[in-house]
């Protein structure tokens, strides 16, 4: 399923190069969860081995730097207590789809971590945001990131296109489904990284590793984003493509210097972390953070 407007989301003409433009930030607000339970005791993608132990003391200041890194660039963060025994909770941007005051809850594909998505929701609820619980397997922001006026929807590995077609009678956007084929990159976002939402002076911009696509989804991003950033398959698995940008500052881990160098190229400002400890879990900088869009 497609669902778009392609001339609203079209950040320049096919042929144009234009220069980079001025990039400016905007105040974002952020909700995270810390890692105390973080562990790796099972696998449900191709990066958790449960033979490798997890250093939980590192784990914890890797975190607590990106909340600093995030609360140093201007941007609010709040936290959501983890539950006991779910390791995978610190992976946030999971728990929901949340814009404005309406959330498309979370279902998750496996059963280790049902147990987050009514966390997740009484957290909102609490706030006064009306959650509408998904009826189909999604995982919220690891698979719809969001633009000014398009969600982009993944599909292939754990959220499903039924729940594509539910999200869209509950969020005011138009949704385009991207179809994911390679399972390094299970989600979304390490497969797509937004680079500017187009809210601002500047249209929207993305970057993305083109193979972890199908051949329909990898049209559908050339035609509404034919100057987008294109990632090679070694970048990509730096987890690079899993970052969170204000429009000008890029947080992203600190292995991607290649991606980083070409940031600043493009007019960004590359801010490199260290979450080397996520990585064990196929998580990095975008896994940690949901992001409460206005």
């Not at 105040?27 to 562990?39: G, I, N």
């Not at 496996?110 to 959650?131: I, K, Q």
């Amino acid at each position: 399923m497609t669902v778009l407007d392609p001339h609203r989301t079209r950040p320049t003409g096919r042929h144009a190069t234009p220069a980079a433009p001025a990039r400016s930030p905007r105040t974002r607000s952020y909700v995270m969860c810390r890692p105390t339970e973080f562990t790796v005791e099972y696998a449900i993608n191709p990066w958790m081995d449960p033979s490798r132990p997890v250093d939980r003391a590192r784990a914890m200041r890797q975190w607590e730097g990106l909340v600093a890194t995030y609360r140093s660039l201007g941007h609010r963060v709040e936290e959501v207590d983890p539950l006991p025994g779910q390791p995978d909770m610190v992976f946030a941007a999971n728990g929901a789809l949340v814009v404005g005051e309406v959330a498309y809850g979370s279902q998750f594909r496996f059963p280790e971590r049902t147990a987050e998505a009514a966390a997740f929701a009484t957290w909102w609820r609490d706030r006064g945001v009306d959650v509408v619980p998904a009826s189909h397997p999604a995982e919220g922001e690891g698979d719809f990131l969001v633009l000014g006026h398009v969600v982009l929807a993944g599909t292939g590995f754990r959220t499903s296109l039924a729940a594509h077609v539910e999200a869209a009678t509950v969020i005011d956007r138009p949704f385009v489904t991207l179809e994911l084929v390679d399972p390094l990159f299970y989600h979304l976002d390490v497969a797509l990284g937004v680079l500017d939402d187009g809210r601002g002076d500047a249209p929207a911009d993305i970057a993305y590793y083109p193979g972890a696509f199908s051949a329909h989804s990898r049209r559908t991003l050339r035609e509404l984003f034919p100057d987008a950033l294109l990632v090679g398959r070694d970048e990509a698995l730096t987890l690079g493509l899993n970052l969170v940008s204000d429009g000008r500052h890029v947080v992203l881990p600190h292995d991607a210097s290649a991606l980083a160098a070409r940031l600043t190229h493009r007019g960004y400002e590359p801010v490199p972390v260290e979450l080397s400890e996520f990585r064990t879990s196929g998580g990095s900088v975008k896994c940690c953070t949901m992001e409460h869009h206005a």
